[in-house]
T-cell receptor
Framework: GEDVEQSLFLSVREGDSSVINCTYT??????LYWYKQEPGAGLQLLTY?????DMKQDQRLTVLLNKKDKHLSLRIADTQTGDSAIYFC???????????FGKGTTLSVSS | GAGVSQSPSNKVTEKGKDVELRCDPI?????LYWYRQRLGQGLEFLIY????????KSGLPSDRFSAERTGESVSTLTIQRTQQEDSAVYLC???????????FGAGTRLSVL
């Protein structure tokens, strides 16, 4: 079945780069997404990538997609304490309706 | 409205009581989704509405869960005879149509005592 896997925790120092990794199973996914969730808040869309792309850059964020390995990563350059949050990777379900989410990676940034 | 609005933001109820959660989608968004997020978990899909089509209820965990939406407006998620395992954050999202980006509300945190 469809599944999205992420590592659960990542700890970095302020100013370093953070890389959050995700693997997915549905090779027919057309879009893959990264959402950010701060404590007590809903999910905020950070960025997304279309499946025919292998890289997308948006300011401090870089998304890399390896379709062959079904691997998605999110790199945050110059990580700040305000980046501390849970980051969710998601793909569109095969039926094209709901999103399938990973369990989220908790990013902790220390100063 | 400016974003997806959910109410209440927090709900504490006793086991066995019914609860109703509300979602106001972004104006003009035809698709509306309900998800459940248990503590430390990702989001589980519950139900999806697209315009006036029959909803996709494939994610509802039991017949105690139901949802309604009239046209392209407000949706309510009802949980009957709540159980402690229903405790979670219930998130609503809307999108222009099923292929578009989903925008999420802040959620309703449900605690069943």
């Amino acid at each position: 079945g469809e599944d999205v896997e992420q590592s659960l925790f990542l700890s970095v120092r302020e100013g370093d780069s953070s890389v959050i990794n995700c693997t997915y199973t549905d090779s027919s996914s057309t879009y893959l997404y990264w959402y950010k969730q701060e404590p007590g808040a809903g999910l905020q869309l950070l960025t997304y990538i279309f499946s025919n792309m292998d890289m997308k850059q948006d300011q401090r964020l870089t998304v890399l997609l390896n379709k062959k390995d079904k691997h998605l990563s999110l790199r945050i350059a110059d990580t700040q304490t305000g980046d501390s949050a849970i980051y969710f990777c998601a793909e569109i379900a095969q039926a094209g309706t709901a999103l399938i989410f990973g369990k989220g990676t908790t990013l902790s940034v220390s100063s | 409205g400016a974003g997806v609005s959910q109410s209440p933001s927090n709900k504490v109820t006793e086991k066995g009581k019914d609860v109703e959660l509300r979602c106001d989608p972004i104006s003009g968004h035809t698709a509306l989704y309900w998800y459940r997020q248990r503590l430390g978990q990702g989001l589980e899909f519950l139900i999806y509405f697209q315009g006036n089509s029959a909803p996709d209820k494939s994610g509802l965990p039991s017949d105690r869960f139901s949802a309604e939406r009239t046209g392209e407006s407000v949706s309510t998620l009802t949980i009957q005879r709540t159980q402690q395992e229903d405790s979670a954050v219930y998130l609503c999202a809307s999108s222009l149509d099923r292929k578009n980006i989903q925008y999420f509300g802040a959620g309703t945190r449900l605690s069943v005592l």
